[in-house]
Structures are given as C-alpha cells and as structure tokens.
C-alpha cells in the first residue's frame, strides 16, 4: 500500500547503508487479466473480435509464463444478453450460459456490475451458486442489508515468490447503484472503499480496487483514497487509462465484449515495498485461436439458445443489412437523446405501420448497451438490441394526449422512460412539439405506431397510458417488434 511504500522509501534513504539487504529481498511478479461488461460467449463484430475462448487461451499462455496469474471480471455479465433471454424449458437462460463459460475459461474472481441486477432475485442467487470462482462486493447488500452468500466484502490473494517470500493483494469491489432493485441494497462506494482499506491495512501489501463504477466516480476514489495502488474498472464500454489524485494512481478500463483486455504486469520488491506496475491493452481478435475446451462449452450453449430463437421464427446467423456506421445502443445515450440506432428503431416502426403519422416507444425497452461497429447486421444483433421484443400497435391517439405522453418522455429523460420518436420534433424556440413539419394539434386523432408496452401504463409518470383511455384507439396489434426492424434493416441497410 502507498503509505508504506512513502515510509520504506524515506527509510532507504536515510539509513541505506543499514538496512539494506539484498540477499534477502525478493522481486515477485504479479500478472492480472482484467476484463469488463462482457455480455455475449461468442466472438462479435462478424467472429472478428472478442470472444470468450479467445481470452482462455491467453490466460493459458499468461499462466504459462508466470504461475501468478489471476483473471478478474470487472463486472456486467449476467446481462443484458441475447442469448440469456432464450428460453429453454420454459425458463430464460438468464446469464446461465455466461457463468458455464465463465468457469469453464478460469476466471479467478469477480465482483458485481450495475446489469447483474436485471435479472429476478432466484435467478441471481442461482447464478452466484453455479459460479467456481469467487464474487466480492464491498458496497452492495442484500435486502437485509447482509453480504450476499458466498460474497465477501473483499478477498485477499497470497502469493509466494520463487525465493520463498510473500506478497499479500487486497481486492475491494465497488458498483455504482444506477440498478434499483427491491433485493438490492447499495452503499456509498467511496466510504465502503475509505472502511475496507482500514480493515486490509495491515494485512496486504498491494491494494487493488475492483470497480463498476461511472469514471467521474473512480476519479473521485482515486483522489480521496489515495491508499489504493490501482484500479480495474468497468461500465464504460470504451477502454479507458488515466492516472489520478496525488499519487497518480492508474485507472485501467477494457472494452465491452472482451474486444479488448488489460493485461496488468506487477512488479513488488519485498525488501523496499516498491510496486511497479506494466499494463498492456491487448486486443482480442481472430488471430488468437479459440481455447477447445471452452470452445465447446461456448457452442453447446450457443446452439441451444440458436433452436430456442428458431422455434420463434428467427434466423440468428441471418446477414439483415450492412450499417455503414456505428450504431449507439449505449444506456447512457439512448435514455438521454436519440442516436443512430433509436431513428433507425423508430423508422422501423413506420414502415411496420405505414399509415401513422409518428412513432413512440420507450428507450428502456433498448438493452444491448452498447455500440455497434459499421458492418454486417445479425438477426442476432436485433435480438440482442431489443431482446424482450414486444409487439408493435397501430392506434389512434388524440393530439392532447399525444403532447401528455410527449411531455413526460422529456421529464422521463435519464431512464427508460424517457421516449424515443420517429417524425417528431421540439421547436426550441416556442416549446411547440412538431409532427411531420406541422405543429401539434390537440384536437387532431393521430395516427400512431406504438410499442404495446407503453400502453400498460407501467412506464415512469404514463400510467394514464393504456388502452382504456378514450382517447386511444386500438386500430391494429402488428408483430414482433424485432420483426419489424429486421425487415427495415433488409431494405435500408445503406441508409442508416
């Protein structure tokens, strides 16, 4: 930890020639694989990136060259997915796949991203008890306000060096609480930091903190827990470096999907308590072969998922279209303002219903939370965008209400309340909501493509939104929701 490192230096310094010992100390070599906001078993992006097996067969070679070896997931995999949405036996996978990969690849130890949550409390405690490796979380709680089973608040990893000395590494995890669940209890993960290095203090030698965290929120634990020699992050999606706070401590983040991992070399002298630390960003693409073994666990579940989504009249490995750019299904983007992928959603929805004048759904019902590259489009990829679909509905509405619904998509912004739209505009100098060019009347019936959850007047502020108010009409229930996209997709595919 720093405050030791800062007083074994000053004491070299000062009594060198005393307490120096050279045949004594050790240099201990440390190797952490870190890896975050993994969602999908397979390789992306067409196989040309990311992929599970691809990361087991670099771990391997990493073992290989130093036993210390220890891989850590830096959260988000149980969701959202794809594939956890298939239903098999009648029940989803929900992240079921993700963990039989997981422990068929090795990983070593992880702790909780804000998607974690997604799932139904059984589902969650189902997964933590399938998984072999080992969960900790300092800041989240369950409804007890009590660590979850199995789930400590820390873990400490003692490692040996060749000449016989000892390193001791501390690991906190920390989510941030953007998941408000009823089983769910979160603390402030900067004060659970400040209370756990008090506890590890004298029982560690390297501090490593294991996060979930917006990067505004690793800055601040960089600054104001200084002990910290170094943090493992997640949640953005994009990979991230940085130093912070007075003691330059490294934020390191990967990109989503294992397109990329961090490869953590760490150095200890266990005579000046020195740590040096190497970190290397590798990506993971198809000329790193695919670990058999965990190849195989990937295509068993891959392909019961596959005959699950052909049951409901999908072909996964079906090319829709070529994007010719990226595609921002990020949370943080569409819950706030449309992007590329949420117009492309929204005009779907007006094909599907040629006869309205707008559509409306909501952002939440996007879950990919993530960034599509330009290139090939899957029907995996549309059911990995949208992968609850839901039906689209042909309904009348009047304009009074049309502007309710509107108005509160507004309010509703940073959630997945906030409404996404096709044909509609906000005059930013009257405050008048525009549909096709024409200001709003209340009094006009419009026609509307809807998606059918919006109208069971669960979504944040629209429980007035159904279809017992008089002002909506049912005129037509269409189909699956991801239909009506892939379709798009076919005959847009260049004009995205």
């Not at 794809?82 to 079921?96: F, N, V």
Request: charged residues 20%; contains cysteine; negative net charge.
């Amino acid at each position: 930890m720093k405050q030791l490192k800062r007083l074994f230096i000053l004491g070299l310094l000062l009594l060198t020639f005393t307490i120096a010992s050279p045949a004594r100390a050790e240099m201990i070599d440390i190797t952490l694989l870190q890896f975050n906001d993994v969602y999908e078993i397979e390789p992306v992006a067409g196989g040309k990136s990311g992929g599970l097996a691809r990361v087991a067969t670099l771990r391997k070679q990493l073992k290989q060259q130093n036993r210390r070896t220890y891989t850590i997931l830096s959260g988000d995999c149980f969701s959202p997915s794809a594939l956890g949405t298939s239903e098999i036996d009648g029940e989803s996978l929900a992240g079921k796949q993700m963990v039989a990969v997981l422990n068929a690849m090795g990983l070593d130890f992880a702790t909780f991203g804000n998607h974690e949550f997604d799932l139904k409390e059984n589902q969650f405690l189902q997964r933590l008890k399938e998984s072999r490796f080992s969960w900790f979380s300092s800041n989240v709680f369950d409804a007890d306000d009590q660590s979850f089973p199995g789930v400590p608040q820390s873990q400490i990893i003692n490692v040996r060096g060749d000449k016989g000395k000892r390193v001791s590494i501390g690991l906190i995890g920390l989510t941030l609480d953007s998941n408000l669940v009823d089983y769910v209890i979160y603390h402030d993960p900067i004060e659970e930091a400040r209370q756990q290095v008090k506890a590890l203090k004298d029982k560690v030698d390297i501090l490593v903190a294991v996060t979930h965290l917006a990067l505004p929120q690793d800055q601040q634990l960089a600054e104001t827990v200084p002990e910290i020699d170094l943090i493992l992050g997640g949640h953005e999606h994009e990979n991230i470096q940085q130093w912070r706070g007075g003691d330059f401590t490294p934020v390191f983040k990967a990109d989503a999907n294992v397109r990329t991992v961090y490869i953590h070399n760490l150095q200890y002298d266990t005579d000046t308590h020195q740590l040096a630390v190497e970190s290397h960003l590798q990506p993971i693409t198809d000329k790193i072969p695919s670990d058999p073994r965990t190849a195989r666990v990937v295509y068993k579940w891959v392909q019961r998922g596959n005959k699950a989504f052909e049951e409901k009249g999908f072909e996964p490995e079906e090319v829709v279209g070529i994007t010719p750019v990226p595609l921002d299904g990020l949370e943080a983007s569409v819950r706030n303002y449309p992007t590329t992928l949420t117009k492309l959603i929204a005009q779907a929805m007006l094909q599907d219903v040629n006869a309205a004048d707008l559509s409306i759904y909501n952002s939440g019902s996007i879950r990919i939370d993530d960034v599509i590259p330009p290139g090939a489009i899957t029907q995996y990829d549309v059911i990995r965008i949208l992968p609850f679909g839901g039906n689209t509905l042909y309904v009348k509405m009047k304009g009074s209400l049309v502007k309710q619904v509107l108005d509160q998509g507004v309010a509703n912004q940073g959630s997945g309340g906030y409404l996404q739209t096709g044909n509609v505009s906000l005059n930013s100098e009257n405050n008048n909501w525009m549909i096709n060019g024409q200001v709003l009347d209340p009094d006009v019936s419009y026609p509307v493509a809807i998606n059918d959850f919006l109208l069971t007047g669960k979504e944040i502020g629209l429980d007035f939104l159904s279809l017992d108010n008089p002002d909506v009409e049912l005129i037509a229930e269409k189909g699956d929701i991801r239909f009506a996209v892939i379709e798009f997709m076919r005959g847009e595919s260049s004009n995205y």
